[in-house]
């Protein structure tokens, strides 16, 4: 045993263990599948992702043969199209991937959950502690979050720790078969989501070259592995070969997606966030705040000090059988990965979920380890395990209620958007807010898509675009290059445009919020050196009159000039 030094046999595959696995698969998902109901929030509260993504899949689902191929997300959009088209046969949420998607994230985090199942059971051979592992890996908060609202990562991330998990398992012992067998697996991970490839590839090298004594042998391994992807990128990019969108084999392996974005490069300030994003993973204060409980730092210090017990425990113990190849192979992969993809997180978004989602795998894992060190011990083992277990249970309690705040925020913001259009003339009104407000997300859902800008305007009123709309940080997130100056000067040119043209510009909620709430609405896209210059032009260059106050998107003001301009 890797875990359990004092076991002496294995359990083999049996009917229990496959009535057990059946269990958790349908269990989890029409756990996840009732809580998406109860929910009624597809986007969740971290970003309006979803939405978006739900707009680039709709071809998909009704016009398969000329929908367009993207490559960071080679197979997702074919895959989630295919199913989505299953859904509507089924009558689920009929025509409307944006909810669709929920439910096929729902479904892919069952797998994930019978994939952690399958791993613990095979590693330790004790039915209870795989159970629970399993239901560990469901409470955490970013696994579940990610399985209930319709972000795009959970099919990719479940393809991803099938792949781990069976390196785990049959890279210890490598044959070609299964270094092959691993290597395609991880490629079809990465093929549905590009950046996947980057923490675990070095796992999965590091694996074959720990596990394989003869220094020929590892040369062979890894070569092959590498040979493995490179042909399941080849294969793939042949069966699409005419299609639109398609590209060649390289330009699937690099496609340097957001390599130069507004979020790509290292700063002082990701560390914090890096930290958010690590104890997010378990604890889901992060996602919502609940009125009367002590505040989020609190719950960051829980969290800390609840991983570093289980690494203080899982480290030692599986140390001690390193002798063992399949520890090895458990260890590199899963820790490899957590240390790559931190550093790699470091350059990108070291706290959204999806960034963290597959790098912090390894916390399940090590809880599977206290769990069998806690039922080893010959005086308190079974106490322990309950009090483990009950901390599991409360764990997903606790990061259930932590989203309550966040319910019904799908039909809440339905009624805000009828609202915003009764108490305004689409056709007279360009409309400015935070690039990230939910405000956008939802016009841009209910009224079409556009992109930030009124260069393309003509005189009021116009028809269309229904949603005309001027972002905050619109030309910070598309020329982060450009001066405060620049940024100043272009975001004042959009504004004085909009009015010289007759229409109203309408602020949502910008007017109001001091320096320090707009610097954490905008996250770190950008230096409060660069916001505060933006949010003083608005002060000094405009006057702002009330125009209405919604009870969910918030207060409305009318801009005019400032007389003297």
Sequence with gaps: MVFASSISRRSSPTATALVDLALVVLGGGALLIAIVLWFDNAQGGLTGNGVFKSLELKPWVTDPAHAPLYPSNYL?????????RLLDLLGVFAGDPRRQMTILNAASCALSLGIIYLLIRNLTGIRLVALLAAWFHLASSFVMFLAIINEDIMPSYTVLLAAMALGAVWLGRPTAARVVAVSVLFSLAWLMEWRLMFPTLPAMLVALWVCEANWQRRLGWIALF???????????AWAWQGHEGAVGTFDLIWTGKAVRSVWAGFTWAKVGYMWDGMVGYLLGAGVAQIPGIPGWDMWRWVATVWMLAVAFFALPFLWRHWDDPRSRALLAIFGVTFVAGEVFNLYAQPQDPQMQINVMAWLTVGWAVVLVAARENRRYGGRLLAALSGLSVALF?????SIAPLRGLDSAWEGAI???EKESNPERTVWLMHDFDWAMVYGSLHWGTNDPGVAKLGP???KEPKFKWIGFTGQVLRHPEWSDEQQVAELRGQIDRALDLGYDVLVIRLWDMDPYQLEVATGMVASSERIQALRRM????????QAFIDPVAGAVDRLKKRPGR
Excluded: K
């Excluded at 309690?397 to 209620?401: C, G, L, M, S």
């Design 460 to 462: 009021a009123p116009q």
């Design 538 to 545: 608005l002060r000094e260059d405009y006057v702002a009159t």
């Design 397 to 401: 309690a606790y990061n259930v209620w």
């Design 226 to 236: 590498l040979v493995g992807m490179v042909a399941t990128a080849a294969i793939v």
């Design 418 to 420: 009828q609202r915003m």
């Design 76 to 84: 997702f959009y074919p895959l989630y199209g295919a199913l989505c």
